[in-house]
């Protein structure tokens, strides 16, 4: 029979225990009685722990081999196939007197098992009555197919792996009438904890393992994309005795050997350029940027960036390449260019739509910023967001920057290269070569996020010093969010830096519009949280 269709057997799934008075007397029971079986798989000489199990074949791989045998006609007078030996968690269970079927799920998918007491014997079938759902076992036993057409192996001989001491919350099971298909009904929905618990939700949700296999096939192409392409990967320090490359606040720490204090990255970018001075002409780092900001639901602390350069390439280059990245990672990854996040369809096609940062800024002030003063662009943001008490500490290049989220992002739903930033928020970026007003600048924003930010990179040292001292006046008059000198930085330029484009893309932002998830939180396997109460760590 196919278990599918039944409900998991309630002496052994567990649900997670419901909010109340009785809530930690029925946790400790279940916690209790697992233990109970532990010592009793002991005391039959059965470790509950094992250091090994040869399995021949995934699960998978397995219902492969008995579909081939079929196809090739070679069952043997039973229909039985090869023997194998797999290994999985329990996750559902039903017993039938001498009889029982059970699934284990590995990382490539589920089969089921069945059990028989004049197979077994009677010591090793009666030593199932002390598995629960999680457990990890080994099983061998011959293929077969059931009257309701699942594959499944019949134990000759079954191992205990590993013994689950705590309930995972898995779900209740049925099969839907009309379609036949497995529908899950989740035990363990609270997203804090999911999060927090990210081990139990990978266990009992399959659908949040794809979404992190996929992550993988997104960075994996992001870099076979510029490998093509002659880029070198490299990598550049974490710890930075001057952070640099973006407006944000870091992380501090100290270095206890050479006494001095040092940050976690806010950007790799700083780095990546002294490479191009270097003489490398094509440089890329996939790698673990740090910002001692808020946590929202496009935001983490701890976040992964690409970040490319290209000597000899302006940001009409680099554009250019983007688009064609995107389409190729897409494509790659989820199979098309179209795709949908959040209920609605996004085509990622070539050209983007291109839109000037002043225009569309004004058009959502109703006046041209370049006549608005300070205190005027302040007004306008407390009339939009009057919540944040921060606003009259503001510089222009974050008023701006607030104003333009405020008023303009939640628009730019199709792909759009936002471009010619005003030099005040873009203090890395070459001039523009016809309006010294902004500079040559774009960032690319789909489903009203920011995905990617890219410069015709300033390679003039007297220029970079003169916009880090600006940085340092806004930030001796209060604004915290300013790019610190670094002089050695200008120094490396100083020994001749090529015209480059570089750009900078928020992998976790990527994975959230390609796997369609609504949080950042969804595609960390670990996203930082507020500690838990009671426990460290």
């Known amino acids: 029979m196919n278990s599918d269709s039944t409900a998991p057997d309630p002496t052994t799934s567990e649900p997670a225990p419901s909010k109340g008075a009785g809530q930690d007397e029925e946790a400790n029971y279940l916690l209790a009685a697992r233990r109970e079986k532990l010592a009793a798989l002991e005391e039959k000489g059965m470790a509950p722990f094992a250091y090994h199990f040869e399995r021949t074949h995934p699960s998978s791989r ?306 041209d910023l370049h006549q608005m003063t300070d205190p005027e662009l302040a007004v306008t943001l407390k009339e939009l967001r009057g919540d944040d008490p921060r606003i009259d500490e503001m510089g222009r290049g974050r008023l701006l920057d607030k104003l333009f989220g405020a008023l303009v992002e939640e628009s730019l739903v199709a792909p759009t290269f936002v471009v010619d930033y005003p030099v005040v928020l873009s203090p890395l970026a070459k001039l523009h070569r016809d309006d010294p007003r902004v500079t040559e600048r774009f960032e690319l924003f789909v489903a009203g996020r920011e995905l990617a930010n890219a410069f015709s990179e300033l390679n003039d040292p007297l220029d970079q010093r003169e916009r880090f001292l600006s940085q340092m006046q806004l930030r001796e008059a209060g604004e915290d969010e300013t790019h610190p000198v670094d002089d050695d930085y200008i120094r490396a330029m100083e020994y001749g830096m090529p015209p480059t484009g570089g750009v900078g893309i928020g992998v976790d932002r990527l994975v959230m519009l390609l796997a369609d998830q609504p949080s950042i939180r969804d595609v960390i396997l670990f996203p930082t949280l507020r500690p838990e109460e009671g426990r460290q760590g």
């Open 62 to 367: 397995a219902a492969e081999l008995f579909q081939e045998a079929e196809a090739q006609e070679s069952l043997n007078e039973k229909g039985h196939g090869d023997t194998v030996r797999v290994a999985g968690r329990i996750v559902s269970w039903r017993s039938h007197g001498k009889s029982a079927f059970a699934h284990i799920e590995d990382g490539y998918g589920r089969i089921q098992l069945y059990f028989r007491l004049n197979v077994l014997g009677e010591e090793d079938f009666s030593a199932l009555d002390l598995l629960d759902l999680g457990d990890w076992i080994g099983v061998e036993g011959p293929l077969f197919r059931t009257r309701t057409g699942e594959i499944t192996v019949q134990a000759t001989s079954w191992t205990m792996l590993s013994k689950s001491l705590r309930p995972l919350p898995f779900g209740k099971e049925e099969t839907d009438p009309d379609s036949g298909e497995r529908v899950v009904h989740s035990g363990f929905s609270d997203t804090q904890s999911r999060y927090r618990q990210r081990y139990a939700d990978l266990a009992v949700h399959p659908e949040v393992r794809e979404v992190f296999r996929l992550r993988s096939r997104i960075v994996r192409s992001l870099r076979d994309f510029l490998d093509a392409r002659d880029y070198l990967e490299v990598e550049t320090p974490i710890l930075q005795p001057i952070y640099g490359g973006a407006a944000a606040e870091p992380f501090v720490t100290h270095h206890n050997a050479l006494d001095t204090r040092l940050y976690l990255r806010i950007a790799d970018e700083l780095y990546l350029k002294r490479l191009i001075v270097g003489g490398f002409e094509r440089v890329y780092e996939v790698g673990k940027d740090f910002r001692n900001e808020g946590i929202d639901r496009s935001h983490n602390p701890e976040f992964t960036m690409l970040e490319f350069y290209q000597a000899f390439a302006d940001y009409e280059e680099m554009m250019d390449l983007v688009e064609e990245m995107l389409v190729t990672v897409a494509e790659n990854a989820v199979g098309s260019r179209r795709i949908q996040y959040q209920r609605t369809e996004i085509d990622l096609s070539p050209p983007f739509q291109r839109v000037s940062f002043v225009e569309a800024l004004n058009r959502g002030l109703g006046r």
